[in-house]
């Protein structure tokens, strides 16, 4: 049937959509990595040691982290186009009052603030997927709106450090919010979901509805009904927290401290770093397309998601630890090749990962809740990776024992999906279970 219907579907408005996603989440994470890329070239204003640094890289992730819980019901009770709207106002707003942080209490508690703001982002793009396209397309979409965060790092090298160069890094800061909220005007004026929106075919809203999008009102009663703490009783809830904690140790290496290993340990001038910083997350955003495009072809053809999801996530984490051997080669370059198919590992993953909660949602009303679950637990490397990092390397003046712990979590992470996970399927509701 999901073969069938590809080829005769009239209307492409799904992509339209997915594809505004995706410029959100790349304003997201330039405003996210933005101060990352900035605080080697911050040093005369703030004077910081490593271990300062990661504190207040970390401090985004601390509030980031615990709105993801809050965050998710949000999304499930208000929907995606005024839960999008508001998030990219207010940390559009707090990425341009970084601009005016003059000692390390108002830089961190700006950081603070901005992480409050981007909460909502990556699980209203979860509902989004979830609402606009059926199964066997979920995993394509989910890794390009997923891939906007790896571009979104990709250009802030050449973009910050060429504003930072031209105007300052304070002006920067307010240059990079104006944008955020240029893009939040669009969302409002151009979402709806499928059912509301004038411009989608009949054609297309049949072909999402027998593909399996999860409209909201469209599932059974008692499903529906199952509570937001009840999905803590379910192990494969607990597998994709795990999970999702151990890829996001490798994730927030590259969000955070990679410039600043490229200019410290590898000698990288700021011009360098510009040219050839962006290299790994070039070859991640690949890396997450090919993920989702190859895992999506073979759900068509009509192989078992449980296997797709399992083979193509734990296969990812793999590729992912050669993040260990980076620090032991002798040349820049060798470094840098091997760091960028680290990072490809772990998008390969992640476009399907992000997949799951739409996957395994009892509901359409849990898919945020779900993705803001697993969010949650991913964000506490966000909290625990920058200050693990800084104060090792203030302690070994190194960066080679923090990436082989990096290396063993991604061993972890693919254990997690292989073996703890079982099947991949909607969470059964235990009978009587609801409010």
């Known amino acids: 049937m999901a073969t069938a219907l590809r080829t005769t579907v009239r ?36 004077k910081l040691s490593k271990t300062e640094e990661g504190m207040i890289l970390a401090a985004f992730f601390w509030s980031y982290d615990f709105f993801q819980l809050a965050a998710g019901w949000f999304v499930d009770r208000f929907g995606p186009r005024r839960t999008f709207t508001f998030s990219a106002v207010w940390w559009s707003l707090f990425t341009s009052l970084t601009a005016l942080a003059s000692s390390f209490a108002s830089l961190f508690g700006v950081r603070l603030l901005l992480g409050v703001g981007e909460s909502p982002a990556a ?13 066997h397309e979920r995993a394509l ?14 250009i802030a090298l050449p973009v910050v450090t060429a504003l930072i160069a031209w105007v300052g890094w304070r002006w920067t800061f307010a240059i990079i919010g104006v944008v955020g909220l240029a893009w939040a005007f669009g969302w409002w004026r151009t979402y709806r979901d499928p059912q ?16 399996g999008a999860r409209f909201e009102g469209d599932e059974d009663e008692s499903a529906a009904k199952l509570r937001w703490r009840d999905l803590f009783r379910y ?19 590259f969000l955070t401290f990679f410039p600043t290993y490229l200019v410290e340990e590898r000698g990288f001038s700021l011009l360098k770093l510009g040219l050839f910083g962006a290299l790994p997350g070039l070859v991640a955003i690949a890396g997450e397309w090919l993920g989702g495009w190859l895992s999506d072809r073979r759900i068509s053809r009509g192989d078992s998601l449980t296997r797709v999801r399992k083979l193509f996530i734990s296969g990812g984490f793999l590729v992912s630890t050669v993040i260990g051997i980076a620090v032991w080669v002798p040349q820049a370059w060798m470094a840098l090749a091997l760091l960028s198919v680290a990072y490809a590992g772990s998008t390969f993953a992640a476009s399907n990962i992000w997949a799951l909660p739409a996957d395994v949602a009892p509901a359409d009303r849990h898919v945020a809740s779900i993705g803001g679950i697993q969010n ?27 990436l082989m712990v990096i290396s063993c979590v991604a061993l972890l992470g693919a254990f997690t999906y292989a073996v703890i996970l079982k099947r991949v399927e909607p969470l059964g509701v235990p009978q009587g279970t609801g409010s």
């Open 235 to 253: 192990r494969t809830i607990w597998a994709m927290m795990l999970g999702f904690f151990c890829l996001n140790m490798v994730v927030y290496f």
């Open 11 to 46: 209307g492409r408005l799904r992509w339209y959509m997915i594809s505004y996603v995706f410029a959100g989440l790349v304003i997201n994470y330039l405003d996210r990595a933005s101060l990352g890329v900035a605080l080697p070239f911050m040093g005369e204003t703030f």
């Open 123 to 135: 699980t209203t793009s979860a509902k989004v997927t979830g609402r606009w396209f059926p199964r």
């Open 376 to 402: 949650f637990a991913s964000n506490f490397a966000g909290i625990i990776s920058p200050i693990m990092i800084g104060v090792l390397v203030d302690q070994t003046s190194s960066f080679a024992v923090p």
């Open 141 to 154: 979409a989910t890794g390009i709106w997923d891939s906007g965060s790896r571009v979104g790092g990709v």
């Open 196 to 211: 509301d929106h004038p411009r989608i075919s009949e054609e297309e809203l049949a072909y999402l509805r027998e593909g």
